[in-house]
DNA sequence: GGACGGTAACTTACCCTAGGGTCACTTTAC
DNA sequence: GTAAAGTGACCCTAGGGTAAGTTACCGTCC
C-alpha cells in the first residue's frame, strides 16, 4: 500500500470489514431476497453483530444498495466491455455469458440482487435496481436487435421480448451454475458454447 | 348442483370466497413472494378481514400451499397432457408454451409460486414446491433428450442444464406478459412461434 | 520501556413496529 | 333460533434499528 496505514485499532480495518459485510449479503440477499433475509444472519456469517453492521451501512437498505452497486457496477461495466468489442450477432451470446461467468465465478449471486422481486416497490433499492437493468437491457436489446433484423425480424415487441427472454436465460444459467459449484468458468462457457452450436448452430 | 344447498347465511358460501381468496394469494404471493406478501393485504383485495382468511385456511402457509396446490396441479396436469400427445422435439417448446399461455391467460402470477425463492428453506411449503418442480423438470428434461440427441447432443449434464434454462424462458417469457395485460394466450403464442422460427429455424 | 490517552472496532442490552395469529363477539339468511 | 359468515380488538414474536458502553491497538511523552 502506498498510503500510511490510515490507522486502525481493534479487530480489522473498516474497509476490509466492508468488503466481508458486502460479500456475505450479497450471499443472502441472493439466495433469500430482500424480504427474506436477516441483518443479524448476515452479520453472524462474518462474526460480527448487527450494530457493526448498522454503524457502517446505516440501514438495511444501504447495505442492499452497497451490495446492488457493487454487483450492477461490475456487471454493466463487463457486458459494455464486451458489447463494445463487438463481433458477429449470433457469437454475441456466448462472448457475454463468457464475460459474466468469469466475473462473477466466485461471486454467483450477485446477478440476482437487480432482479428481486422482494425489494419494496418504491424507493432507492427498486430505483438504483431498475437503472441498473435498464443498462443491461439496453445491451440486450442492441443484441436482439442486431441478431433478429439479420434473421428479417423486425416488430419491436417481439425485439423486447427477445431480450428478456435473454436475461431470464442468464439467471437460469446462473441458477444451475450455483447449485454446481464445481464448474468453473471455463467448463461453463464451453458447455454453453456446445449447447448453442448443437442446438441453433451458431 | 346436485347437491341440496349445504346452507349458508351470511355474505358468500364459503367455497366461493376460499376461490377468491385463493385467487388473490396467488396474485400477491407471486407479486411480492411468500416473504413479502401480507395475510390483511390478501384479505383486503377480497374485501373481508384477516381473522376469516384465518379460520378458512389456518395459517400464511395454509393459504400459500391452497395457492401452490390449485397453481401446481393445473400446470403439470396442463404439461402432461401436452407431453402425451407427442410430436416432432423442436414442436414440443411451443406446444407446451401455448398449453402454459392458455390455462394461465387470467392467472399469470400462478407460475411463480413453485419457483418462490423467498419460501422457508425447510417445512412443507418447500416441500410441496419441490414436488412440482421435479414433475415439471421431468417433463422438462425429457423434452430436452429429445431435443439435444435429435441434434447429436448426449452429455447428461447438458441436457440437465438445457432442462433448467428452459424452465427459465418460460419463466421470463410469463414476467414480459404480466407486463403486457393486452397481450392475450393466442398473441403470445403466434408471437413465440414467430420469434423460434425466425431465430432457430423451428 | 512502560504508563496513558485517543480513537476506531466492536458488543450488550434494549426499543419499536409490522405483521402473523387468535378470541370473543355480531350479523344475516334460512 | 341456529349456524355459517364475518368482524374489532387484541396478543406475540421476529427482526429492523439504536444508545451507551467496552476492548484493543496505536502513538507519544516521560
Redesign the interface.
Known amino acids: 500500500m502506498t498510503e500510511s496505514r490510515p490507522v486502525g485499532t481493534k479487530g480489522m480495518p473498516r474497509e476490509e470489514r466492508e468488503a466481508q459485510l458486502v460479500v456475505a449479503g450479497t450471499e443472502e440477499f441472493g ?3 430482500y ?2 433475509a436477516s441483518m443479524v444472519e448476515i452479520a453472524r456469517r462474518v462474526g460480527v453483530t448487527k450494530p457493526l453492521l448498522y454503524q457502517y451501512f446505516g440501514s438495511k437498505d444501504g447495505l442492499y444498495l452497497a451490495c446492488l452497486h457493487r454487483a450492477g457496477g461490475r456487471l454493466t461495466e463487463g457486458v459494455a466491455t464486451t458489447m463494445a468489442a463487438g463481433g458477429e450477432p449470433d457469437q454475441m451470446p456466448l462472448k457475454v455469458l463468457a464475460a459474466i461467468f468469469t466475473t462473477f465465478d466466485h461471486d454467483r449471486y450477485a446477478w440476482r440482487l437487480l432482479r428481486d ?2 425489494v419494496p416497490a418504491t424507493g432507492d433499492i427498486a430505483a438504483a435496481a431498475a437503472d441498473y437493468r435498464r443498462r443491461l437491457d439496453a445491451f440486450a436489446v442492441l443484441g436482439a436487435t442486431q ?2 433484423t439479420s ?3 423486425a ?1 419491436p ?2 425485439i ?3 431480450a ?2 435473454w ?3 442468464v ?3 446462473i ?2 451454475w450455483i447449485d454446481r459449484p464445481d464448474e468453473d468458468a471455463g467448463a461453463m462457457t464451453a ?1 454453453c458454447a ?2 448453442m452450436g ?4 451458431w
Not at 448443437?198 to 448452430?201: D, E
Open positions: 439466495r433469500s431476497g424480504a427474506g422481486p422482494t441478431l433478429l434473421r428479417g425480424l416488430d415487441v417481439d423486447e421480448a427477445v428478456q427472454v436475461t431470464g436465460v439467471d437460469s444459467l441458477s444451475w458447455r456446445r449447447i448443437g442446438l441453433f448452430g
